[in-house]
């Protein structure tokens, strides 16, 4: 049975008691009602206390489960580190619809489990969404002083700005219409048996959060991995996203036979190998 963590706040969240799962799963609150949900959550704790910590965070209909996260997690056991994965809400053992999901829901889930469930420097490692999220709860977090809480990010095909580019400005146009008069679209999806779920709410709220037009500053050295196979975040997108890294480090792997997954063992040990370098 996962451990219920309860923390409320005006603002979100408040820091829980520590605790020392490795991987156990738990139950995190997240805001107020009636927009209260429970976010569950695996967390292994450090061996190295003077390393810093790893944040997981999944794409759009994955889960902290996921061939990547579980991975992932048995690199930082191996390493002695300490690393945080759970499921936004609408995902894997989380409450909520996928139907409610916006960007703006998800980043605060994002930053009230890393505020709550982290301590001391973070790497960030998400793929597809969670790069994009990544991103968001950087600037967020730098934009109140807490620049110091993300050592470094690893964005693994990033879907930045996807509610707006590769959702929205892809749509065709009965796409649009169902979006705007039904309030959704339902698109078959190539990685589960139910359809992807694009609403009204999701697209506009995703306008509040655009970071393509203007420079990223990350404050941290970051490293994108992306496949050129991969079919529903074109290469180009990747190669878009270096250009707006501004005076912060970053490099950007190519993967010729790769695709949206990067889930193959080479693939993998990109993952780790960047991971290495930065801890």
């Known amino acids: 049975m996962p451990r219920l963590i309860e923390a409320r706040s005006a603002s979100g969240v408040t820091k829980s008691e520590p605790s020392v799962s490795d991987g ?142 590769l959702i929205w400005a892809k749509a065709p146009d009965e796409a649009r219409r169902a979006i705007m008069y039904d309030g959704v679209w339902r698109r078959p999806s190539a990685y589960s048996s139910e359809p992807d779920c694009f609403t009204r709410d999701l697209i506009e709220d995703g306008r509040k959060h655009l970071l393509l037009g203007g420079m990223i500053r990350t404050g941290a050295p970051t490293a994108v991995l992306q496949g050129m196979r991969d079919e529903d975040v074109p290469f180009s997108h990747a190669l878009a996203l270096m250009q707006r890294f501004g005076g912060d480090p970053a490099t950007l792997t190519l993967v010729k036979d790769g695709d949206h997954r990067l889930s193959r063992p080479q693939d993998l040990q990109l993952m780790f190998d960047a991971l290495g370098r930065m801890v």
């Open 24 to 165: 156990q799963p738990q139950v995190f609150i997240v805001g107020n009602a009636p927009n209260q949900r429970c976010i569950a959550f695996r967390r292994r704790a450090p061996v190295r206390s003077q390393s810093p910590g790893v944040v997981w965070l999944s794409g759009y209909r994955s889960d902290m489960d996921s061939t990547k996260a579980t991975a992932l997690d048995a690199e930082a056991e191996r390493r002695g580190l300490g690393l945080l994965r759970f499921d936004c809400s609408g995902h894997g053992r989380s409450d909520g619809r996928l139907e409610d999901g916006t960007i703006s829901r998800w980043l605060e889930e994002t930053l009230a489990l890393v505020r709550a469930q982290s301590e001391g420097p973070q790497i960030l490692v998400g793929s597809s969404m969670g790069g994009y999220l990544s991103l968001l709860a950087v600037r967020a977090l730098n934009e109140v002083g807490d620049t110091e809480r993300v050592k470094g990010l690893i964005l693994i095909a990033p879907a930045v700005d996807f509610t707006e580019a």
